[in-house]
């Protein structure tokens, strides 16, 4: 069974490359939710007409920022998630990225079949590559040195501190990479890199040129944060609430810059291209052909 049509609700411009990459794949593809961009794609003035007669609907990454209206920062109005969900079928399949659970379980409530792509490894494991690339970029603009040669400190080992990790050693950083599991320090070893267990974190962060922190709970506290030198950039990639005590850094005069939503900004079209896949394996694993 082919995709018919599908909707984009809202989101960044990784969602306005993903309508011209589902155009060219020869879908037909309506847009809500942009009426402050002048796009060359069909854009629906009723949230109702968008919707209707589409297989899939498609949100932002991330869902929500007040867990009450759909991320659309291109959007003049508001979208109710609640709205959206009262005008789904119960053939039809939203999928977004980062749907709080709570919504999840509305949808299941209502009979409405939503999907979080940002939760699929294949997902995640793409989309490590322009977090990190874009990380790096920002370091770059923001150091007044070479990463190569520099002390630079990654927290966290998941999948974007393993995609950095490798993209820092690769052009010559001095690398230390922090982890609390026993088998992730013995993998960092292997790769060359430095190991620092938490709990040794606090000996070496006076050394450092540049830190970047994929974990997304509070790690540098005021009292790891006093052990930095002045001239220390500390580059916050992790999903909110990140893992950096904001108030204290700007109490103490470290300076951090907040680098989330990196792919959406750096390279909005691998970004695209990632959840495109993503979405049509979804699809594929439901029964439906992409038709490409």
Known sequence: ???????????????????????EDGHE??????????????????????????????GPLPFSEDYEHFNTPFFSGKMRIDE??????KNQILAAGKIPKGFMDLGDSMGVNIVDYFAREEMQALNAIPTAEGAIQVAMEEMRTTIHGSNCLVLGYGRIGKSLSRMLYGIGANLFVEARDYADLAWIKNNNYKPIHLKELKYYLSNMDVVFNTIPHKILDEELLEKFKKNTVIIEIASKPGGVDLEAAKDIGVKVINAQGLPGKVAPVTAANVIKQTVYN????????NGS
């Not at 593809?29 to 003035?45: H, P, T, W």
């Open 29 to 58: 593809v309506v847009l809500y939710g942009f009426d402050k961009l002048d796009l060359f794609i069909n854009q629906s003035e009723k949230l109702h007409e968008a919707i209707m007669g589409s297989d899939v609907i498609i």
């Open 84 to 89: 959206v969900l009262a005008i789904l079928s």
């Open 1 to 23: 069974m082919d995709i018919k049509r599908i909707s984009i609700l809202g989101g960044d411009m990784r969602n306005v490359e993903l309508a011209n990459l589902l155009k």
């Open 282 to 289: 979804i699809m594929e694993e439901v029964g439906y052909s």
